[in-house]
């Protein structure tokens, strides 16, 4: 999370999808966990895959304003956090 914080990448709102999309995805290929969102499932995920995926979907999930959270909250892996918005 201070990696986040030092990055001062503003949270996604009604008007700024476009550049936080992009940031956040720059995000995500930096942590290694940009797979996660552009792969399916494995038919057989490992705990590595689990673990990747939680911290994928954190990493999004909390770069979305709380009003954004409707979108998301169902959302059961890091590609459906990433689709739904």
Known sequence: M???TRL???KL???NY?????????LLIKEG??????????????????????????TIGLLVEDDQLIHIRSAKTAKEVWEAL
């Open 2 to 4: 201070a990696e986040v």
């Open 8 to 10: 001062m990448i503003t």
């Open 13 to 15: 709102n009604n008007s």
């Open 18 to 26: 476009c550049s936080w999309k992009f940031k956040v995805e720059l």
């Open 33 to 58: 966990l940009w797979e996660l969102v552009t792969q399916n499932r494995p038919a057989t995920p490992d705990t590595d895959w689990f673990n990747k995926d939680g911290k994928a979907r954190a």
